[in-house]
């Protein structure tokens, strides 16, 4: 016997954890930037340091933006004429909506 499971969660609560991990690499990014920066001042002589290098922000996309692209591709694959996304009779299913990372 195979157990079939089928997760799922609605496109706002996937929208919102691509939101979040987005946003958690950008600060990873910059920390090391930061880092990368004060370890090459700290090599050159202070008086010809200068100032640090500013990265400007990179433009993210909203959550609601991510929603909508998210609600597209998952209409696109249930419509697909070749192999579209079906939820198996034999499945369990899992709304995962609510549930935090943790209770995933």
């Known amino acids: 016997m195979v157990l079939k499971i089928y997760l ?7 929208a919102i954890r691509r939101w979040d991990e987005m946003n958690n690499q950008l600060k990873e990014s910059k920390q090391q930037q ?3 920066s004060a370890a090459e001042a700290t090599a050159k002589d202070a008086d010809n ?9 990179e ?3 909203s959550v609601e933006e991510i ?25 369990v299913v899992i709304d995962n909506t609510n549930l935090t990372f943790e209770q995933q």
């Open 8 to 14: 799922d969660a609605s496109a706002m609560a996937r």
């Open 49 to 57: 340091a200068g100032p640090l290098p500013q990265q400007q922000d």
């Open 59 to 61: 433009a993210y996309p």
């Open 34 to 36: 930061l880092q990368q």
């Open 67 to 91: 929603a909508r692209e998210l609600e597209a591709r998952d209409y696109a694959d249930i419509n697909r004429e070749h192999s579209p996304l079906r939820i198996a009779s034999d499945a």
